[in-house]
């Protein structure tokens, strides 16, 4: 044994760090930095209105001969007819996908792709959205194919059979990975069955829906007054104002409110729930409950507890003890998301080997339990705080991402010194305040629970630490088995 | 155009040397507020051989462990129960090794059963269990993490692949010096410490992205099937019982080859002062010494093949076919028309899109790409079965593909397409400094960070004929390595079938 010592030793003891210069200081704590201020830039500085009212928010940067124009448009998924489902996903596709009234599907991709132009569509849950970026010594022609892309898409129908033929092989194998699962269930969970949020497409409701169906989606959301634009690259200001209202002065907005999003009327049950899907050899779990709106005044103390207990990578208390201490999981964490339109979640996830997954479990209950009880270290809320503060120049960093946040925050109608004061808010937390909003916004009896993998094996534990079992946290009602849905009706099997 | 759009034409790089032999690459972008920083060991898992497979991914978790300096609070104390803990492990190691060998014999059926166990290995594991307590009470936990978040840096991670071992991180720009400090001192004075939990994140790591996926298993079947002696028929993850038998020594050595100096590129991006940073380098980094010796290039190539081989595996999937060739490895002339024949055959407008998916209806996305390593590489054509369709009607058609390229030049304008499209991703590449520090990083691994100015001019010199020339070279019927991913039923109270 003395053989390995003097290797590590010869490796990692004095010889090399014979040659260190003295003028090195010895823990990275010493050294110096110059102060660096910081104010972020407002988006009201970049704003503008088209006569048309469409909002843009326009950012120069003359480093590369490229355009970017990104446009946000007000709908989404929660607009569709539950019986439709699959309508905004098909139609946000299908309007960069399926021509335009005037030029058939393949022409129009290969004059895109002959002028090396990057086109895009798509609608999401709560916002759709559009693209064009190219070089922008060919504005014109990108910016002709952009406008007439998204006010005059022609919904093929070849090109519609084709998406329907995807997206219904996609749904076929909707059972095939432990993560969609995983995904689909916990939006069932926490938000029920009847919410936007869970709603899946199923063979019925794709295979019912039709280009007509399509055309009205895309009639009664696209048009400029719900468009906000964030437009970025190299180009003068004025002038790309010219040309946007060139592209889009003519396209006539009709008075029509936008549409307000949903809230989930659903109050989660508490319990344990599980996935069997054999097969696997590790376990996926979500933890979890109902959390807060972004308007709730405490979110930002909340997100910096959240950072402690789970969010801030490997600097937080879960990581560190699934992660570092056990070597349970590789990913392991927590996030406390505020929500834009309804409360947001608390969610703390995982992924262990079958065996171990109940151990995992029960130490995020206990870290949970911990930092509602003890006051967290001075030191913790230092590196949260420094976390948060300092990553806020990488939000605006290129000119791409500031014209993103202004069209993002300008969409979610964030308050418009919301980043000027973020930094000052941040600093003003205590630690107080880090223990009272986690008292009073994690509530462990509240915890929804879900576990998908190979339910014999995670049941049985690890017969080497036979104390953890997934029935301690079950109550009364013991563990909940969800079975797996016919992926095509969206059908559960009776009990 | 802008004032940087000749620069996109040449990237300028300043390049240094120290004495040892590392290499800095610096990039001057004004006016950012971060300094993407990063630094690549060109060693990967191409460097491992049978037994230790995992090593250099392994290690590039281990480098996240702390030095001399951060992470423990008694730094001698921690460095003896390292030693303590190998000492125990390497008992626990002939334990084991004998419950191997009554495996291998039958005489037990679960190695990992502790009912199995001998009353000695159960002593080991406790002292075992002991120690890492101990060990734990010496810990400051992920200091490394916690010093760099707290200064206000992002991002921090790091990448292994079968040739390169990249470590990462966005920087304030005025707090450049803690990236050398800290980055030195991992260099210069590491300590492995949690060297066993780690390997277990490792093995979980594998499971959730290979065992536990739907086609995970089968796609690490096909690559070993696709190498017949290269060590890229390996994965990067490493096999699991090797991941399970890695010892810190076999860690400590490879480290001693590698990450010497001599081997390593580091690379800024942003604003900074030249001179300053050339004076840090050799400040902090010009403390580490040359290796004994340069680590030397992978010896086994791979044999030539001489059959058609195929692999049909079942997986809860959609139905897949995957056609590979053995072709050049990164930098070879023929790399570039390869490179442009793949570009014909994807995308919205590829011929591979135009043909299958749309005429023909016989798949539902289709695809095609040159891929190269640094020592070899190869060509991959692949499409979804669309359901109803057979597999090998699908693969038949992706001949047909290559064929028509083997007999007809391309035409001119579909040819300017394509260079239209690398002309506009040569800039599109180029905007984020942290990836352009990644991009210098990878391509210094393999040929040369140069590569990134002299590639451009040789894919845009790439003709018909070139692209006939090698499609009618590297494709031959004997050459080929065919996967068909039949689907299985993906559970629920239906058994879904698919193409087959």
Redesign the interface.
Known sequence: ?ST??Q??AA??GAP??L???E???????E?Q????T?TPPRGADFRHQLSNGATAFLVED?????INISVTVRTGEFVEPPEKAGLAQLTGSQIRAGGTTARKP?DF??DA????ASLSSGIGDVSGSAGL?????DIDAGLALFVEMLRTPGFDG?RLQ?AK??L???L???????ASIEQREWARLLRGTSHFSARQATKASVESITREEMAQFHARYFFPANFVFAVSG?FKTADMLARLEKAFGNWPSPRIAPPQVPKPNFTPKPGVYLVH??G???G?VRMGHLGVMISNPDHLAISLMNSILGG????SRI??RV?????????AGSMFMPGTYYEGTFTAAF???SETVAQAVAIIFEEIEKIRTQRVKPEEL??AK??A???L??R???A?SRAGQFASDFYTKLPEDYWQKYAERIRAVTIEEIQRVAQKYLRPEQMVVLAV?DADAILKGN??KPQFKLETWAGGAGIVRI??????TM?Y?AG | MGALAAWAQQVPVREVTLDNGMKFLFVQRKGAPNIAAGWVAKVGSVHERPGITGTAHLFEHMMFKGTRTIGSRNIEEDLRINVQLDQVKAELRKEEQELARRLRLGLIANAKDPAVRSERHRQLLAEFDKLNARQKELLVKNEFDRIYTSAGASGLNAGTAHDFTIYFIQVPANKLELWFWMESDRLLNPVFREFYSERDVVHEERRLRVDSTPTGKQREEFDAMFWKSSPYGWPVIGWPSDLEGITREEATAFFGTYYAPNNLTACLVGDFDEEQAVAWAKKYFGRLRRGAREPEPVRTVEEAQHGERRLTAYAETVPTVVIRYHTVADGHKDDYPLSVLAYLLSGRTGRLYKSLVLEQQLANSASAEQNTYKYEGFFQLSAVAKPGRTLEAVEQALYQEIEKLQKELAPERELQKIKNQLAASKFRRLQSDFFLMQQLLVAEASRGWQSINTDPPLLDAVTAEDVRRVARQYFPPEGRNVLHLAPKAGGGPRGTGGGL
């Open positions: 044994m390995r010592r290797t590590l490796l990692l090399w760090a040659r260190a210069a003028d090195i200081v010895k823990h990275p704590r050294l930095f110059a102060p660096r910081f003359h480093d590369f001969p490229l393949l991709d290969e792709d002959f002028l090396a970026n190219c070089l922008s010594k070849e084709l033929s995807q219904l092989q996609s076929e194998r909707r059972n095939d990975s432990t190299d899907k054999p696997v050899n590790q996926r801030g990578a490997f600097t990581t560190e992660r570092s201490d056990e070597g349970l999981a590789y990913s992924q262990s080997k230092d590196t420094a976390r503060i300092e990553a120049p990488t605006f960093a290129t791409a993998g017969p080497d079975p797996l849905p016919d992926p095509l059908v099997p």
